[in-house]
């Protein structure tokens, strides 16, 4: 196989660029992806059932910070500022991924679509468990949501994290993933990219749940709980579907229009 051009220079996010590239293991995921991905659930699954068994202690937290934050009139728009940052930068690593090929595409589509079904997974939750907010019962805070609106886990925190975890597994391919293989396509990050594609990520995602607990919305469990959902479903989504993904974006791109749209050349 020939390697790609050295002389072509190199954008951030992946500096192989080869966009005909299709790894070997791309189709059907195997039986070990699939058991990485359903460990990436259980363990999603253990955090949210240990989240609501220190619903107590949790309500305690709650009710001592909320005192002091729950006024506070910037907490609602740092929560909703947060997140949508963090939709602008998966929006720059789509872009950014057309210039890394069809792993690199493939890779950000999935974890986009795992994205998605962490906020479903996250309103199922939430419908299934029915927990009261503690600014029904507990305390008085500026902005409650509305009965029926219920508590856990965080939808706001398992969004946020599901977008972080998508920012970092498209848009910073040298991070490897726990229990997974570095993808073929990736290469030693600079500092500067892991600021942009790692650190910046995670920090609004921690901030946007902090900012849900301060504004008196959730309870701390609530928190821990919807960010790990939005983790582990992105990260499973991605394990399972980015090898079918890379083949079928491979195919799309037979078709020329397609494959313009998918799949830049370098700059």
């Known amino acids: 196989m020939s390697s790609p051009d050295s002389s072509r220079p190199a954008p951030v996010l992946d500096r192989v660029l080869h966009?005909?590239?299709?790894?070997?293991d791309a189709g059907a995921p195997r039986p070990h992806v699939t058991t990485r991905a359903l460990a990436w659930l259980g363990g999603a699954a253990l955090v949210v059932v240990l989240a609501l068994l220190l619903r107590g202690p949790s309500e305690g937290l709650y009710v001592a910070l909320t005192a002091r934050t729950g006024d506070l009139p910037w907490t609602g728009l740092v929560a909703e500022g947060g997140?949508?940052?963090?939709?602008?930068?998966?929006?720059?690593?789509?872009?950014?991924?057309?210039?890394?090929?069809?792993?690199?595409?493939?890779?950000?589509?999935?974890?986009?679509?795992?994205?998605?079904l962490a906020y479903g997974a996250s309103e199922l939750v939430k419908s299934v468990v029915r927990q009261p907010r503690g600014c029904w019962e507990l305390v008085e805070v500026a902005h409650c949501p509305p009965a029926?609106?219920?508590?856990?886990?965080?939808?706001?925190?398992?969004?946020?994290?599901?977008?972080?975890?998508?920012?970092?597994v498209a848009g910073a391919p040298a991070v490897r993933l726990l229990g997974g293989r570095t993808p073929r396509h990736a290469v030693?990050?600079?500092?500067?990219?892991?600021?942009?594609?790692?650190v910046l990520p995670?920090?609004?995602?921690?901030?946007?749940?902090?900012?849900?607990?301060?504004?008196?919305?959730?309870?701390?469990?609530?928190?821990?709980?919807?960010?790990?959902?939005?983790?582990?479903?992105?990260v499973a989504t991605t394990l399972v579907l980015a090898g079918p993904g890379t083949t079928a974006v491979h195919a799309a791109c037979r078709v020329d229009g397609?494959?313009?749209l998918l799949v830049a050349r370098p700059f």
Do not use: M, Y
């Open 258 to 260: 397609v494959r313009r």
């Open 148 to 168: 029926g609106d219920w508590s856990f886990p965080s939808n706001h925190t398992a969004i946020a994290f599901a977008l972080a975890t998508a920012v970092v």
């Open 83 to 116: 997140v949508l940052v963090l939709v602008a930068l998966c929006g720059v690593v789509l872009l950014r991924s057309r210039h890394g090929g069809h792993v690199a595409v493939a890779t950000t589509l999935t974890a986009g679509v795992g994205a998605v």
């Open 19 to 24: 966009p005909d590239d299709t790894p070997p």
């Open 188 to 198: 030693v990050a600079r500092p500067i990219d892991v600021v942009l594609w790692v």
């Open 202 to 234: 995670v920090a609004l995602a921690v901030v946007v749940g902090a900012a849900r607990v301060a504004q008196g919305a959730h309870f701390p469990h609530d928190v821990v709980a919807g960010a790990a959902v939005g983790v582990g479903v992105v």
